[in-house]
C-alpha cells in the first residue's frame, strides 16, 4: 500500500468503495509546528465521471485499485460512443464520448499510444501518450520573416481543440501537442 505521498498523477486509487484517478495533485505545507505535507488531489471516478477533491496527509495509506490498461488505438465513432480496438487481440471498447471529453479533443485516426483503462471488465478511460500530432485546419495566415517573434496566434486543430501557435505556422501544418498542458510543442516531423 503506498503513502499519499507516493502517488503520481494518472495513477488509479480505490478511495471510500470507489476507483478514482488522480488527475492533479497539489502539495502544501501548513504552517506551525504539526509539520507534514498535504496532498490536495483532483481525482475523477471512473465510473460516473465525476470530479471528487480529497486531501490527504503524506503518511496516509491509500489502496491502489485493481485496473489495467490496454494498448488501443481509435477505431470508429458510433453515436456518441468512441470505439476502440485493442492493438493485441482486437477487443473493441466502447466509451460513452461524455467519459472521455477531454481526451477525444486529443485523437484521430493515426494517434498512437493510447491505452484503455479497464476495471473489473468494463472500459472507463483512456490515458493519452505525452504528445500527439495533429493536423492545423484553420489559423490566420502565417507572417513571413515571424519565426523569431514570441507573438502567437490560436489554431483550430481537425479534432475541434484550440491552442496558440506561433506566427509563422500555417493552416493544413502538422504540429505536436502536449497533451498534460495543451500546448503547441513544434511541428511534426514530416515522414
Same mark, same amino acid.
Given at each position: 500500500m503506498p503513502k499519499a505521498s507516493e502517488i503520481k498523477k494518472n495513477a488509479a486509487i480505490e478511495h471510500n468503495g470507489k476507483v478514482l484517478i488522480v488527475r492533479d495533485i497539489t502539495r502544501s505545507v501548513p504552517q506551525g509546528r504539526a509539520g507534514g505535507s498535504l496532498y490536495r488531489m483532483r481525482l475523477y471516478d471512473?465510473?460516473?465521471?465525476?470530479?471528487?477533491?480529497?486531501?490527504?496527509?503524506?503518511e496516509d495509506m491509500l489502496n491502489f485499485a485493481d485496473l489495467s490498461r490496454r494498448p488501443s488505438m481509435f477505431s470508429y465513432i458510433d453515436g456518441d460512443q468512441y470505439v476502440f480496438m485493442d492493438n493485441e487481440d482486437y477487443t473493441p471498447y466502447n466509451l460513452n464520448k461524455e467519459a472521455i471529453a477531454d481526451e477525444v479533443l486529443f485523437i484521430d485516426e493515426d494517434t498512437q499510444g493510447i491505452s484503455v483503462i479497464i476495471v473489473g471488465d468494463a472500459p472507463v478511460g483512456i490515458t493519452l501518450p505525452p504528445s500527439v500530432e495533429l493536423t492545423i485546419t484553420e489559423t490566420d495566415p502565417s507572417i513571413k520573416g515571424a519565426s523569431a517573434s514570441a507573438r502567437t496566434k490560436p489554431?483550430?486543430? !481537425? #479534432? =475541434?481543440?484550440?491552442?496558440? &501557435?506561433?506566427?509563422?505556422? !500555417? #493552416? =493544413?501544418?502538422?504540429?505536436? &501537442?502536449?497533451?498534460?498542458?495543451?500546448?503547441?510543442?513544434?511541428?511534426?516531423?514530416?515522414?
Open positions: 471512473v465510473v460516473t465521471g465525476g470530479k471528487v477533491d480529497e486531501t490527504f496527509k503524506a489554431a483550430l486543430l !481537425s #479534432t =475541434g481543440l484550440t491552442i496558440q &501557435v506561433p506566427e509563422h505556422i !500555417s #493552416t =493544413g501544418d502538422k504540429v505536436k &501537442v502536449n497533451t498534460e498542458e495543451r500546448k503547441f510543442m513544434g511541428r511534426a516531423d514530416s515522414k
